[in-house]
């Protein structure tokens, strides 16, 4: 075994936040965004002291927690993850040009449309704080209707490039402004809710043991219902049953939307299921809505999944096609009482690949189908 000490020295920018060095190995958390925490030194450098075993060729990135605040180049790009053999006792120093989710200050956010911001929204059920934007569909300061409410996970990679993982969001508030003002969908609220270094837990109903996380959504879902939604309700003018409510998100956000669609659908009676992780603990979540005799999901549900998703050096194997995955779900709800573009809406979108960029080019269809009039 040998002992690498690593330390890295960070931008002037970095916000006053942990950070973690992760990688693919087991001493480096196996790529979760909250690896392993360094420890804060002077000049803006962070260290730690790792044994790892000798002739282990290691990857590994610099994290502030989450997926989106990866480490990124001088133009804030994602990096390719640094490589070390490890042979002996070694100092290894390194260097963060940027953060991936503080994009250049000099470089305008792309927000279209009326915006409030809510920093350090407090949970006690998450016990923890997190951003919160909001939407505010046209002329909303200058009429006195209530609206319907879309909530999404993920928050500040829908709106915003400034925020986005590798500076690509979904276009969300464009492409609401843009199908309000032409009379396409119901004019809504749409609430983003930040992400945390607690992802992985926050959005999966159970543990995968072979992540060595999950089982939390229970609380994110308080929080949202008990603490988010009584805030948007009481300081925003909403229409606040569920059938004006929806509840939306793509990846692990797409695995919380279905599950928390399908246990509370008397308060969200829409749901958009986007590139869901339903591969998370050998698909728990399909064979437990095939099996709950008593299934009464949410009256709406956009399901899809884009047909390059996956890995593709497990192509081959059935049980790792995330479109395969998808399409079973598609039938069990089916086999629920759903119907095919009336109470679901399936897409398998060609050539579409696991990203931001792919679910921006699906935001237009989501919206009309969830909100059209």
């Given at each position: 075994?040998?002992?690498?000490?690593?330390?890295?020295?960070?931008?002037?920018?970095?916000?006053?936040e942990?950070i973690?060095?992760?990688?693919?190995?087991?001493e480096?958390?196996?790529?979760?965004?909250?690896?392993?925490?360094?420890?804060?030194?002077?000049?803006?450098?962070?260290?730690?002291?790792?044994?790892?075993?000798?002739?282990?060729?290691?990857?590994?990135?610099?994290?502030?927690?989450?997926?989106a605040s990866?480490?990124?180049?001088?133009?804030?790009?994602?990096?390719?993850?640094?490589?070390?053999?490890?042979?002996?006792?070694?100092?290894?120093?390194?260097?963060?040009?940027?953060?991936?989710?503080?994009?250049?200050p000099?470089?305008?956010?792309?927000l279209?449309?009326?915006?409030?911001?809510?920093?350090?929204?407090y949970?006690?059920?998450?016990?923890?704080?997190?951003?919160?934007?909001?939407?505010?569909?046209?002329?909303?300061?200058n009429?006195?209707?209530?609206?319907?409410?879309?909530?999404?996970?993920?928050?500040?990679?829908?709106?915003?490039?400034?925020?986005?993982?590798?500076?690509?969001?979904?276009?969300?508030?464009?492409?609401?402004?843009?199908?309000?003002?032409?009379?396409?969908?119901?004019?809504?609220?749409?609430?983003?809710?930040?992400?945390?270094?607690?992802?992985?837990?926050?959005?999966t109903?159970?543990?995968?043991?072979?992540?060595?996380?999950?089982?939390?959504?229970?609380?994110?879902?308080?929080?949202?219902?008990?603490?988010?939604?009584?805030?948007?309700?009481?300081?925003?003018?909403?229409?606040?049953?569920?059938?004006?409510?929806?509840?939306?998100?793509?990846?692990?956000?797409?695995?919380?939307?279905?599950?928390?669609?399908?246990?509370?659908?008397?308060?969200?009676?829409?749901?958009?299921?986007?590139?869901?992780?339903?591969?998370?603990?050998?698909?728990?979540?399909i064979?437990?809505?095939?099996?709950?005799?008593?299934?009464?999901?949410?009256?709406?549900?956009?399901?899809?999944?884009?047909?390059?998703?996956?890995?593709?050096?497990?192509?081959?194997?059935?049980?790792?096609?995330?479109?395969?995955?998808?399409?079973?779900?598609?039938?069990?709800l089916?086999?629920?009482g759903?119907?095919?573009?009336?109470?679901?809406f399936?897409?398998?979108?060609?050539?579409?690949?696991?990203?931001?960029?792919?679910?921006?080019?699906?935001?237009?269809?989501?919206?009309?189908?969830?909100?059209?009039v």
């Open positions: 075994m040998a002992i690498i000490n690593f330390i890295v020295t960070v931008p002037d920018n970095t916000p006053e942990t973690y060095i992760t990688g693919n190995h087991d480096l958390n196996n790529w979760d965004p909250a690896g392993i925490p360094l420890a804060p030194s002077e000049d803006n450098t962070h260290s730690v002291e790792i044994e790892l075993p000798e002739g282990t060729e290691i990857e590994f990135k610099f994290t502030r927690g989450t997926s990866m480490e990124a180049d001088e133009n804030f790009e994602e990096i390719e993850s640094r490589v070390l053999t490890v042979e002996d006792d070694e100092e290894i120093s390194c260097t963060v040009e940027n953060w991936a989710d503080l994009l250049n000099e470089e305008e956010g792309t279209t449309g009326n915006f409030r911001v809510h920093r350090d929204f949970s006690s059920a998450l016990g923890d704080s997190r951003t919160i934007m909001v939407y505010l569909p046209p002329d909303y300061d009429e006195e209707e209530a609206y319907p409410v879309l909530y999404l996970h993920d928050g500040q990679n829908v709106f915003d490039s400034a925020t986005s993982f590798g500076g690509s969001e979904w276009e969300v508030d464009e492409t609401a402004e843009r199908l309000i003002n032409e009379g396409r969908i119901k004019k809504l609220i749409i609430v983003g809710i930040y992400n945390s270094k607690d992802r992985d837990d926050e959005y109903p159970s543990v995968d043991f072979s992540e060595g996380s999950g089982g939390k959504v229970e609380y994110y879902a308080n929080f949202i219902i008990d603490e988010l939604k009584p805030f948007i309700d009481s300081n925003y003018r909403t229409l606040t049953s569920a059938s004006d409510t929806a509840i939306m998100g793509s990846s692990l956000g797409g695995l919380c939307s279905l599950y928390i669609g399908w246990q509370y659908p008397h308060i969200f009676s829409m749901a958009g299921v986007i590139s869901p992780s339903l591969w998370w603990d050998d698909r728990d979540i064979k437990a809505i095939q099996e709950d005799e008593d299934f009464e999901g949410p009256e709406k549900i956009w399901l899809d999944i884009g047909t390059c998703e996956g890995d593709e050096e497990e192509e081959e194997e059935e049980t790792a096609d995330p479109v395969e995955d998808t399409r079973w779900l598609a039938e069990v089916l086999d629920k759903y119907v095919l573009n009336e109470s679901l399936y897409l398998e979108a060609e050539g579409a690949d696991h990203s931001e960029m792919a679910w921006a080019d699906r935001v237009e269809q989501i919206l009309l189908a969830l909100f059209g």
